[in-house]
């Protein structure tokens, strides 16, 4: 042989053997992230292993928490940060739109205590409209912006690194919709609308919901995305219930949402093929789609999934250079960012400085997502707004903050309800029904009209008149009127002689100011005409029919953390009346504080009621008596010219509302004291009153419910019954 057919022979066997190895490309790998609510977790564990194992995706699909995950994922977080950040997210406080309620306006303080927040009713030009959703999914966005790095830049979905698709389901049309373009953020949130839980979200001119009614584990969708010649597919739906745990209204609308989900899912598995797919469904026996607190052994039961199969792993690993190339595709944001200018979105009846007043993020600053939250939150907790959000934006050589408040669609005219159930076992009962109508933005400085009304045992009428004098709304006039009838009962050595009826008009003319979420005082004149008449029994006090009027001063403070059982924080409220034509004055103040250990709250409250200058008359007398106001008398059995009282307290949470749902449920005990100085009932209990409780309840979504006992020492003994709001 030649030696030139000898190097024809050699260049021969060259490129048998190397041109299929330059010509080869790594097969492209796509990830399917299916939904299941908490269960998502498990996706992260699966991540874990992929990183380790080095397998390199090519692109990514998702559903509901898959679409979290997988858009994590897109913009570059390592497996080991997505743990970080759903640890240390409170998940029960995320499903509940109002920032903390120290952080309302002292108005909203008083319409959420009378007034049950979950009934309120829009009133529109196309009729009586309700809320979308248990959750607006306030908190759950602003989360979404930091798991996304959103204060560096709103991240749209065509720039990132890695192909990314997000399934939502018009709930219009019931279409199947993929996001492969647009605001990530968005798209994230319209997936995870759970119907019935989260509001649906508004995003392009439609209404989007959970994305697994339609496509819950998205793998054509993958494949299609970068033309993967393999997909790893990982299934965290929930199962079926069985026949016999269906029975509430509840868990038959959890079951319809599993069956047209299981559905869709099946066909998707099918699609897969063996030889060259994974799937995977980690075992995740126990846990529901509600378990968000439970993350972490969720992620560990999808990292125990993903360990069992890595030697079917092995066929997705590569080299660890090209692993680290493929890891150097997701840019890092520029964490020097610098804010510029901040703007405000336009909107329609709330002027912009109701917005702004709230905002403490100064031009020059880097952007801090827990200081963005902290103001927006206080915005969305004026009331006025579906949602409140921001992004940053690039415009020329400006780093611009956008905040983007969405006004309620079932606004800004709303009615409001209120129940009020007061028993003493066994014995006397109240009940009372309460309706209000509500008008806000009645102009540009934020006047807001509150008609009150009350029927039952007791019956009330009232207007109430709010007018901010300027644009920040630190200053304001309240002109107000209330009419109220209700019946005293007039008690003895524990027993009741009589009853009396108490009419009352009042009418106020006041200007305060605003202390922010702290509270308010203000100062005016206070007129009354009380109407104190015999009904039944024996008339043991004279009837009185007064009219008084004079200045009068209140100061109203209150930075707890909860609507009634709050688990810390403390009040203070104290208010001056003097009447000029009644001849007496009267102060009174309150304080109340609590403070949490692990599942223990300890309370305490101290009360005074005092004259001045000559002595209270009976219709604005002090009052003692009922459940932890000496618990095991009547309500306001002791009626007098002045009052001292104190109780501490300790209770026990002992569980805790469903995700959406604020409050908790306690077991609790109260010792108290009181002491009445010239007395007009009980005219014989002279000195300090020792009286203590013990009680079942706590906060719920109708309002504040328990059943306690209370005992007075050496006297009375009384089971209580509560249901609704003060």
Known sequence: MTDTAKRLALCFCLAVWVLPLVAAERPRVALVLGGGGARGAAHIGVLEVLERERVAIDCVAGTSMGALVAGALAVGLRPAEMREMLAGADWVDMFQDNPAYSELSYRNHVVSQRYLPGSETGVTDKGVQYQPGVVAGQKIKLFFNRVVRAEYGEPMIEKLAMPLAIIATDIGTGERVVFRDGSLTQAMRASMS??????????RGRKFV?????????????????????????????????????????????????????????????????????????????????????NAEIADRGKAAAEAI???????????????????????????????????????????????????????????????????????????????????????????????????????????????????????????????????????????????????????????????????QHVFVQPSMLARRERQGIYENDKRYAEYQVRTLETRLAAGLALGSVGQVKGGWLTRMSDYEFYTGVPLLPNVQKWSSGPELRADMDQMDRLYFPQKGWALNGSYFESVTGDYSKITGEFKGAQNWNDFVFTTALRMTDSPKGNLPLYDAARLGGFMNLSGFYSDQMIGDSMRFG???????????????????????????????????????????????????????????????????????????FIGTP
Not at 194 to 203: A, D, F, I, N, R
Not at 346 to 359: E, F, K
Not at 461 to 469: F, H, K, N, R, S
Not at 667 to 680: C, D, F, I, N, Q
Request: aromatic share 8%; glycine share 10%.
């Open 310 to 472: 890595v030697p079917q792993l092995q066929r997705f690993k590569v080299p660890e250079p090209e692993y680290l190339a493929w890891r150097e595709r997701f840019p890092q944001p520029d964490r020097e960012l610098t804010i510029h200018e901040v703007q405000v979105a336009a909107l329609g009846d709330v002027d912009s400085r109701a917005v702004t007043r709230h905002l403490n993020l100064k031009y020059g600053n880097t952007p801090e997502p827990e200081k963005i939250e902290r103001d927006l939150l206080r915005v969305y907790g004026d009331g006025f707004y579906e949602s409140v959000d921001y992004s940053v934006l690039q415009e020329r050589d400006k780093n611009i903050l956008r905040i983007t408040p969405i006004e309620k669609s079932w606004g800004p005219d709303y009615l409001r309800f209120g129940l009020r159930l007061d028993a003493v076992l066994g014995d006397e009962a109240t009940f009372a029904l309460r309706g209000a109508y509500h008008k806000t933005w009645i102009n540009s400085l934020g006047g807001e009209l509150l008609v009150t009304g009350e029927i039952g045992n007791s019956s009330a009428l009232g207007v109430d008149w709010y007018q901010p004098v300027e644009k920040t």
């Open 647 to 721: 109780s501490v307290g300790v209770a026990r949470i002992v569980g805790r509302m469903p995700l959406g749902l604020r409050g908790d449920l306690r077991v609790g005990a109260t010792l108290e004291a009181g002491r009445m100085g010239l007395r007009y009932t009980e005219t014989e209990r002279d000195g300090w009153q020792q009286a203590s409780s013990l009680y079942f309840g706590g906060e719920t979504p109708m309002g504040i419910m328990y059943l306690g006992w209370g005992h007075v020492r050496n006297a009375s003994s009384h089971w209580y019954l």
């Open 210 to 294: 959970d994305g697994g009614l339609v496509d819950n584990l998205p793998v054509e969708e993958a494949r299609r995305l970068c033309n993967a010649d393999m997909v790893i597919a990982i299934n965290v739906g929930s199962p079926l219930l069985k026949a016999e745990d269906v029975g509430s209204l509840l868990t038959v609308s959890a079951q319809m949402i599993n069956i047209l989900t299981e559905q869709n899912v099946a066909r998707s598995i099918a699609a897969l093929d063996p030889a060259r797919d994974l799937y995977l469904r980690p075992d995740l026996e126990g846990l529901t789609a509600g378990d968000f607190p439970k």
């Open 194 to 203: 759970v119907p019935g839980l989260l509001s649906p979200q508004v995003y």
